[in-house]
């Protein structure tokens, strides 16, 4: 190990500082930020790069901020939920922004007629959903609740979390002494939080049958607390409520839409559901949906977008791989429409696999005047290709058209490069605007929206 100083150019997506050598190796530095000159303990080497930790800040930078969590830091048991902290809240959008801009241009040689304001709301208090790691803790004779120290498989040694929302933050200590005090403490590696907007679920992962006596101490947990709990024995489709529960269902609002999304607690939903109205606003203004088009919206989850789309376009089609996803989506547009809020155009939901998305599948799904699109971190390569290969063959179109404009919603900035390539540099398309997305404050998470039209 060596002592360097270093001069930091820039921040990559791992909240690393970024330096080079005189010889032009990369040197990464974790929790050393742009502009300053620090010393550094170098602890990888390879041909073209190396890695190492902060030792001293000789030169701080003004974007330099006091960490909000007591617990975040590059000390041994920190925690790993967040690696940004330490960097002011504006200046972590820029880096994101930064990203998505790189990412676009050097992997697939993309840049933006125009670039978006970035979307950013609360940096704290933001997270409704989370799973929550459990260990029983022999030798400290206690049980931790939290997320994973950094680096590591051992679950932080957590007392207050402020990314959570204040009263999920104030049931972390009550979380440890209730598993404490039950029999099957163990067997409970994991409870995973899902927030709505009058009701909290906390769902719990038990690797044995629960006793009377745990399930009494959990039923006096939840009356006490406000909360629901749900019972998970094995995979995702054993969950279920505990019996003498509160049958408030889980669900969020769209108020711009006059749409409310009821949801299960393990269904897919954005963590952040102050940016994910604000997202879908944003979204649907650049998509423009008029009365006479149709739309569809690829990988469409529960309908977060499908059925605020529905409330201004002529015809809606919904696809996503899940069927049970489908199933949900196809229930909540029934529900909205039941309450007669919102008035919706006719919408259909389909399930298929888009990963496996062919020139053929894309034709028989039928001409469509625009599309969202909102895959997960995999992004939307086959749905993309096909797009491109019925650009490239005009003879499998058969009467076909390509949608006009595509607003493509992304969770991962290099594959929403390498779709963008693909579309831009392939399909013919211009990439009229992009930006960021902060869903994920002091993570190093990147989401963004980019907006591509095709030339008349």
Same mark, same amino acid.
């Given at each position: 190990?060596?002592?360097?100083?270093?001069?930091?150019?820039?921040?990559?997506?791992?909240?690393?500082?970024?330096?080079?050598?005189? *010889?032009?190796?990369?040197? &990464?530095?974790?929790?050393?930020?742009?502009?300053?000159? +620090?010393?550094?303990?170098?602890?990888?080497?390879?041909?073209?790069?190396?890695?190492?930790?902060?030792?001293?800040?000789?030169?701080?930078?003004?974007?330099?901020?006091?960490?909000?969590?007591?617990?975040?830091?590059?000390?041994?048991? @920190?925690?790993?939920?967040?690696?940004?902290?330490?960097?002011?809240?504006?200046?972590?959008?820029?880096?994101?922004?930064?990203?998505?801009?790189?990412?676009?241009?050097?992997?697939?040689?993309?840049?933006?007629?125009?670039?978006?304001?970035?979307?950013?709301?609360? @940096?704290?208090?933001?997270?409704?959903?989370?799973?929550?790691?459990?260990?029983?803790?022999?030798?400290?004779?206690?049980?931790?609740?939290?997320?994973?120290?950094?680096?590591?498989?051992?679950?932080?040694?957590?007392?207050?979390?402020?990314?959570?929302?204040?009263?999920?933050?104030?049931?972390?200590?009550?979380?440890?002494?209730?598993?404490?005090?039950?029999?099957?403490?163990?067997?409970?590696?994991?409870?995973?939080?899902?927030?709505?907007?009058?009701?909290?679920?906390?769902?719990?992962?038990?690797?044995?049958?629960?006793?009377?006596?745990?399930?009494?101490?959990?039923?006096?947990?939840?009356?006490?607390?406000?909360?629901?709990?749900?019972?998970?024995?094995?995979?995702?489709?054993?969950?279920?409520?505990?019996?003498?529960?509160?049958?408030?269902?889980?669900?969020?609002?769209?108020?711009?839409?006059?749409?409310?999304?009821?949801?299960?607690?393990?269904?897919?939903?954005?963590?952040?559901?102050?940016?994910?109205?604000?997202?879908?606003?944003?979204?649907?203004?650049?998509? *423009? @949906?008029? &009365?006479?088009?149709?739309?569809?919206?690829?990988?469409?989850?529960?309908?977060?977008?499908?059925?605020?789309?529905?409330?201004?376009?002529?015809?809606?089609?919904?696809?996503?791989?899940?069927?049970?996803?489908?199933?949900?989506?196809?229930?909540?547009?029934?529900?909205?429409?039941?309450?007669?809020?919102?008035? &919706?155009?006719?919408?259909?939901?389909? $399930?298929?696999?888009?990963?496996?998305?062919?020139?053929?599948?894309? +034709?028989?799904?039928?001409?469509? *005047?625009?599309?969202?699109?909102?895959?997960?971190?995999?992004?939307?390569?086959?749905?993309?290709?096909?797009? $491109?290969?019925?650009?490239?063959?005009?003879?499998?179109?058969?009467?076909?058209?390509?949608?006009?404009?595509?607003?493509?919603?992304?969770?991962?900035?290099?594959?929403?490069?390498?779709?963008?390539?693909?579309?831009?540099? +392939?399909?013919?398309?211009?990439?009229?605007?992009?930006?960021?997305?902060?869903?994920?404050?002091?993570? @190093?998470?990147?989401?963004?929206?980019?907006?591509? *039209?095709?030339?008349?």
């Amino acid at each position: 190990m060596t002592d360097n100083v270093l001069q930091i150019e820039s921040m990559d997506l791992e909240a690393q500082g970024v330096a080079h050598r005189e *010889d032009g190796k990369v040197v &990464f530095v974790e929790g050393a930020l742009p502009f300053e000159a +620090v010393r550094a303990n170098i602890h990888r080497k390879k041909n073209n790069w190396e890695q190492g930790s902060l030792l001293e800040v000789m030169h701080e930078s003004s974007q330099r901020v006091r960490p909000g969590c007591p617990h975040f830091g590059l000390h041994a048991g @920190a925690c790993g939920g967040c690696k940004m902290q330490h960097l002011d809240a504006n200046a972590q959008v820029a880096v994101k922004q930064r990203a998505m801009e790189d990412n676009l241009w050097h992997l697939g040689k993309v840049k933006p007629d125009s670039i978006l304001r970035p979307i950013y709301g609360p @940096a704290w208090g933001y997270r409704y959903r989370a799973r929550l790691s459990v260990r029983d803790v022999l030798k400290k004779g206690t049980v931790l609740v939290g997320f994973h120290e950094r680096k590591s498989r051992y679950v932080a040694d957590m007392q207050t979390c402020p990314v959570l929302p204040p009263h999920v933050n104030a049931l972390l200590l009550p979380l440890r002494t209730l598993i404490e005090s039950l029999q099957a403490r163990a067997t409970c590696p994991q409870i995973e939080l899902a927030c709505g907007d009058h009701v909290t679920s906390l769902v719990l992962r038990h690797l044995e049958p629960l006793s009377i006596g745990d399930i009494e101490l959990l039923k006096l947990f939840a009356t006490k607390h406000h909360v629901q709990w749900w019972l998970q024995p094995k995979g995702p489709d054993t969950v279920a409520l505990l019996e003498g529960q509160s049958q408030e269902q889980l669900a969020y609002a769209l108020p711009e839409f006059g749409v409310t999304m009821p949801f299960k607690p393990t269904d897919f939903t954005q963590v952040n559901p102050h940016i994910n109205r604000v997202l879908v606003t944003r979204a649907l203004r650049l998509l *423009d @949906a008029q &009365f006479h088009e149709r739309v569809i919206d690829w990988f469409c989850g529960l309908g977060n977008f499908t059925l605020p789309i529905a409330t201004m376009a002529g015809q809606v089609l919904g696809i996503e791989g899940s069927e049970a996803l489908v199933t949900r989506a196809r229930d909540n547009l029934v529900w909205n429409q039941s309450q007669r809020k919102a008035t &919706f155009a006719p919408t259909q939901f389909a $399930a298929r696999n888009l990963f496996d998305m062919t020139p053929e599948l894309l +034709v028989a799904d039928g001409s469509a *005047d625009k599309w969202l699109v909102d895959p997960p971190r995999e992004g939307a390569f086959a749905l993309v290709q096909a797009l $491109a290969a019925l650009h490239q063959q005009p003879e499998l179109k058969q009467g076909w058209k390509p949608p006009k404009r595509i607003v493509y919603v992304s969770c991962n900035p290099a594959t929403l490069a390498r779709d963008a390539g693909l579309l831009v540099n +392939v399909a013919g398309y211009v990439c009229s605007s992009a930006g960021a997305v902060n869903m994920f404050p002091h993570t @190093a998470h990147v989401e963004s929206m980019a907006v591509f *039209d095709l030339p008349a």
